[in-house]
């Protein structure tokens, strides 16, 4: 038989023990971080918001398509019909900017600028985003909070990652979906978070087809992240 006085102690650790946690809980649960069961709010509804109705949406965005299709082209047309508000959707009519972020695939000054030059872009609307004393390389998992704070100066309808595997960081496997998803989900969120649209090209496989996923080159998980994807092919009855 279990005297009295052991209950009464046994009652007051299981107490104390039981305090501490909520304590411990309270200040840093789970390495510091805090969630929690979030109310849902009606006003906070709204409907998709496109940059370009129906193709492009406000997050992050794919345009695929073999090399030498014609990719970069539609990029630099999308974003010149942006900075003159032409392209239905939110900002229709309404002038916007456009900021391209690091590739060495087209230089910017003689490749990118002249070639939005001819399609009839505002340039006084389009930026380069570059490093601003050294020559490092942009990459999303070492200045993403760079990128970030860009688009919070400045409103940007359209972020053009002219080859986004060159913005992702290294990765072990480019075919391994959970990687995919992890290395490119500071973009994501970024990009959700400030509402712009970002557009990212990347090259189809040779495969013959008719699916898009089984011709996206690496994982399929980058179409399966996108809001998005443009598919950028040649007809077979087209010569040129």
Request: hydrophobic letters at 40%; glycine letters at 8%; aromatic letters at 8%.
């Amino acid at each position: 038989m279990r005297s009295t006085a052991s209950g009464s102690a046994g009652r007051s650790a299981s107490k104390r023990c039981r305090s501490s946690l909520r304590a411990a809980t309270a200040i840093a649960p789970y390495g510091g971080h805090r969630f929690g069961a979030l109310a849902f709010d009606l006003a906070e509804l709204r409907p998709v918001r496109f940059l370009w109705r129906p193709y492009l949406i406000r997050g992050f965005n794919l345009l695929a398509g073999e090399e030498y299709i014609g990719k970069s082209a539609l990029e630099c047309w999308i974003a010149a019909q942006v900075t003159r508000g032409k392209l239905p959707g939110d900002f229709e009519g309404r002038p916007a900017k456009v900021i391209f972020v690091g590739s060495d695939e087209d230089d910017f000054r003689t490749v990118v600028g002249p070639r939005l030059y001819a399609l009839g872009a505002d340039l006084s609307l389009v930026r380069e985003f570059g490093p601003l004393v050294d020559g490092v390389i942009f990459n999303i998992g070492d200045h993403i909070a760079e990128l970030d704070r860009a688009l919070r100066e400045e409103e940007f309808a359209l972020v053009v990652f002219e080859q986004l595997l060159d913005v992702l960081p290294p990765m072990r496997n480019s075919t391994d979906p959970r990687e995919v998803r992890y290395v490119t989900r500071p973009l994501r969120h970024v990009l959700k978070q400030r509402e712009t649209a970002g557009l990212g090209t990347l090259h189809v496989n040779k495969a013959r087809s008719t699916e898009l996923r089984q011709r996206m080159q690496n994982s399929v998980q980058f179409n399966a992240l996108a809001r998005s994807t443009i598919l950028v092919d040649a007809t077979e009855d087209e010569e040129n």
